[in-house]
């Protein structure tokens, strides 16, 4: 069994104000629509948890099928449902007094939703930082905003304006030129960001000649398109001083190495734990364990950002 203990003083993170126990963090979407589970994801060795998108109305969602798996990823269009934000704070307040910080995804229509969003969450000390979800690819009048630079930094600036908590924004792949939209959100305040979210994709059923899902477009996650995310964590990092939360198919400690070399503040965790269970946070520590002894690095800090240094 590995004693989580032993490793933690080798992978911790300071960064946001926050103090993270080690680099994995719950990506959104996966696991975070509860109190119990994102409780259970901390006890399995999580360093932080982001929830499910919530927005400030409940939503239903699209209809199914919404998550499809293609064996090399999961392709879904779940169409961000949420039981809305008052509901969900109830939800986040029984996990007050954990030590794991707890990053709220949120996403809005609207810079006026915003606003209110902000408010209802700059008193709530349960919740330790933001992130803003401006890149899920498959729902109309969110999927637009990551493309727009000139929308990233108002919505992030509105948001920022309105909320007394780290703001992390979370960008898409689906982009020419991501560095361009990273440089928007920092000029709107963002505190940090998450490369990437999905990959816009579809699949078709060619027995009955139809899209798999209901909702036509998905978005694709999974080991497929880890190297894209590399290359965004990269292509970031090298242009910014900003931390990024690196995101996209990591499965193993090798994985979150290679994030770390591209310059990653830490990661974020999801379509592994759809398919290994809570059970790869503790496998992924020890191997990440594992690589710093055997190569004499004393902390995660002396790898991150190796692959810039040429
Ligand atoms: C969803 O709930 O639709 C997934 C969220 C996302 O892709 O950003």
Excluded: W
């Amino acid at each position: 069994m590995t004693d989580l203990a032993s490793i933690e003083p080798m992978l911790k993170v300071e960064t946001l104000g926050l103090r993270f126990r080690n680099p994995l963090i719950l990506a959104a979407g996966i696991l975070g629509l509860t109190a119990p589970i994102l409780k259970r994801v901390i006890e399995s060795g999580a360093g932080g948890v982001v929830t499910k998108s919530i927005g400030l109305k409940p939503r239903k969602g699209h209809p199914n099928p919404t998550v499809v798996d293609l064996g090399f990823g999961l392709l879904n269009s779940m169409g961000l449902p949420n039981p809305g934000l008052e509901e969900f704070m109830k939800e986040l307040e029984t996990l007050r007094g954990l030590e794991a910080p707890i990053i709220l995804s949120i996403y809005a229509f609207s810079e006026d939703e915003l606003v209110e969003i902000g408010r209802i969450v700059s008193d709530f000390n349960v919740v330790s930082a933001v992130e803003l979800n401006v890149s899920c690819p498959h729902v109309d009048g969110i999927s637009e905003i990551a493309k727009n630079p000139v929308l990233v930094e108002s919505y992030v600036q509105t948001l920022k304006r309105h909320l007394d908590k780290p703001v992390i924004v979370k960008l898409s792949p689906n982009v020419s030129d991501i560095v361009r939209i990273a440089e928007a959100a920092v000029d709107g305040g963002a505190d940090a960001l998450t490369a990437i979210n999905t990959v816009r994709a579809m699949s078709i059923d060619i027995e009955v000649g139809r899209p798999v899902l209901a909702g036509i477009f998905g978005g694709l996650s999974g080991p497929a398109i880890r190297p894209i995310a590399v290359r965004c964590v990269y292509e970031i990092t090298e242009s910014l001083n900003v931390p990024v939360f690196g995101c996209g198919g990591i499965e193993t400690a090798h994985d979150v190495i290679e994030f770390l070399m591209a310059g990653a503040t830490a990661v974020q965790l999801g379509s592994v734990i759809a398919r290994g269970g809570l059970r790869v946070f503790k496998r992924i520590l020890k191997g990440l364990r594992d690589f710093l002894e055997e190569r004499g690095y004393s902390s995660i800090d002396e790898v991150r950002g190796l692959a810039h240094r040429r």
